[in-house]
């Protein structure tokens, strides 16, 4: 997993599209055909002793890599925050069971309902995430966030799931978009809702935005993006070595 800075205060943990390697079986799953194909980003916000995690990865594994980076770089409190309810951005939630875990209220539902056969592994089969750890924070439309002196707004918009939650930073010129956008387009996961989807683009576009960080995509592409970038490497534990190039991404 490849730790990167595509902003001054944000890190991305991104990892995927590793020729050859899998994570969880040869057999198809949900894991290593989604997310880990496409090339999946988690991100953090930080400031002083402060972070706020966007999404918590693959695994559980990816999760305690990414607290012991923010860890070793001082942080001492953690927030999280779910992009929305899809399996590739709640995974890592155990590791992170200590910490406020906020999203959109539909988040909280979406998941609360489906909570046994996720833990099971029938909802898009293997891998099973056992326990899944629920959000204990909700919100609705809007809410206003500080890590550290940095000031955030987190947003609901309908685009690619009816709960998904984008955040906005450097006074709204800069996006983390979760899967609202990815390398450029979105992932149609709700056909029916195709019109409200393309409206709230519509919505997002109006916003004024330069710079958006989605969690999926081409790495190099997708960060050229952002300017300048930092990068480290941390290992989940079992995971093969990183991909080589680039920057963040994260998946439906």
């Keep these: 997993m490849q730790v990167l800075e595509p902003a001054s205060g944000v890190l991305a943990f991104y990892d995927g599209r590793v020729d050859g390697a899998r994570l969880h079986s040869a057999e198809p799953n949900w894991l290593d055909d989604g997310g880990f194909t496409l090339g999946i980003a988690s991100f953090a916000i930080v400031d002083g002793g402060e972070a706020l995690v966007y999404d918590t990865h693959l695994t559980v594994d990816h999760a305690r890599a990414i607290r012991a980076e923010l860890e070793s770089r001082g942080v001492t409190s953690i927030r999280v925050l779910l992009s929305h309810w899809h399996l590739d951005h709640v995974a890592g939630n155990e590791a992170f069971a200590d910490c406020e ?3 959109h209220a539909w988040t909280l539902e979406e998941l609360a309902s489906r909570r046994a056969a996720i833990e099971g592994g029938t909802l898009e089969g293997p891998p099973p995430i056992n326990p899944l750890v629920l959000p204990q924070t909700t919100f609705e439309d809007e809410l206003e966030l500080t890590v550290g002196r940095t000031r955030l707004t987190v947003r609901h918009v309908q685009i690619h799931s009816r709960d998904a939650a984008v955040v906005l930073l ?3 010129d800069l996006v ?3 899967d609202t956008l990815e390398d450029t387009i979105t992932y149609v996961s709700e056909p029916p809702e195709i019109e409200l989807h393309l409206a709230e683009l519509d919505r997002m576009r109006s916003w004024g935005a330069t710079r958006f960080l989605p969690c999926h995509g081409d790495p190099g592409r997708t960060g050229r993006r952002t300017g300048r970038r ?6 989940p534990g079992g995971a093969p070595p990183p991909a080589r190039s680039g920057w963040p991404s994260s998946r439906r």
């Excluded at 930092?230 to 290992?235: E, I, N, P, T």
């Design 101 to 103: 875990i906020i999203a």
């Design 170 to 172: 450097d006074g709204g």
């Design 176 to 178: 983390l978009a979760g």
């Design 230 to 235: 930092g990068r480290r490497r941390a290992r």
